[in-house]
């Protein structure tokens, strides 16, 4: 005998002419509860059906109370969406949604990296400023991502797939592993980045209290190289320490606190 989908008059209704596929349930966990009696599964005959069907009103109207539902009816009933397990084509509106949502995504986590790793690759000052506007841009994209996703999915697009959350995941882990090994090379004792000049004009400060490191200028220091000379004796009376020139000879540091 064929069976029929009957639907409680809380729930969602199904399109005009929906058929359920083989094996086919609802998703009890996202609908209002089953009113006590209620028969989900009806054979498909008029005939057969008729005294169980006049039992129970029909889709409510406006305001009208339903059996097992504590609120008034809504003025409309949400579409079948919201059982989520629906099959039939999304709309071309919710698939574009969905498109620039996943394409707004992956350009947010590209920016998020490339403006990470240009902090570290940039020269002076302009590398935190690479950094913080890269870094609030990407923000602005992965909430837009978010918002235009929530639009598809109201538009009637299917939500995505286990491996496409995990790739979203993989793109989130990425940025964050970026940004620990930048925090950790700026962080690092004694390691000399490739924006910080180590010739004449460069700036040096103190290192676990033996050692002298080449430092950016604008962050706070104790020395600065005034010349680079090849015998020691050649500094200038001003400048009272030095250090080893990467080239050759050596460079006088003054004090420049």
């Known amino acids: 005998m064929t069976m029929r989908f009957n639907p409680p008059p809380s729930w969602p209704q199904p399109p005009a002419g929906w058929t359920p596929p083989p094996g086919w349930q609802p998703d009890l966990a996202n609908l209002p509860p089953v009113p006590e009696g209620w028969q989900l599964w009806l054979p498909d005959d008029p005939a057969a059906t008729s005294a169980t069907a006049g039992t129970w009103p029909a889709a409510p109207a406006a305001g009208e109370t339903v059996p097992g539902l504590a609120a008034p009816a809504p003025a409309a009933f949400p579409q079948p969406t919201a059982f989520g397990t629906f099959p039939g084509p999304a709309s071309e509106e919710g698939l574009h949604a969905r498109r620039g949502a996943t394409r707004t995504f992956w350009i947010a986590i590209a920016v998020l990296v490339g403006a990470t790793v240009s902090t570290i690759l940039a020269s002076g000052d302009s590398g935190?400023?690479?950094?913080?506007?890269?870094?609030?841009?990407?923000?602005?994209?992965?909430?837009?991502?978010?918002?235009?996703?929530?639009?598809?999915?109201?538009?009637?697009?299917?939500a995505y797939s286990s491996?496409?959350?995990?790739?979203?995941?993989?793109?989130?882990?990425?940025?964050?592993?970026?940004?620990?090994?930048?925090?950790?090379?700026y962080a690092a004792p004694g390691t000399v980045l490739p924006h910080v000049a180590t010739g004449v004009g460069s700036c040096w400060d103190e290192a676990d209290g033996e050692f002298l490191e080449p430092v950016d200028c604008g962050d706070p220091h104790a020395f600065l190289a005034v010349e680079q000379v090849e015998v020691l004796d050649s500094c200038p009376l001003e400048a009272a320490w030095y250090v080893e020139a990467d080239d050759s000879g050596y460079l006088c540091l003054r004090e420049d606190a």
């Open 128 to 158: 935190g400023i690479i950094w913080t506007g890269g870094f609030v841009f990407g923000l602005v994209l992965l909430v837009r991502a978010a918002v235009a996703y929530r639009a598809a999915r109201r538009a009637g697009a299917p």
């Open 163 to 185: 491996r496409g959350w995990l790739g979203a995941a993989g793109g989130l882990v990425a940025c964050v592993a970026v940004g620990v090994v930048a925090v950790v090379s």
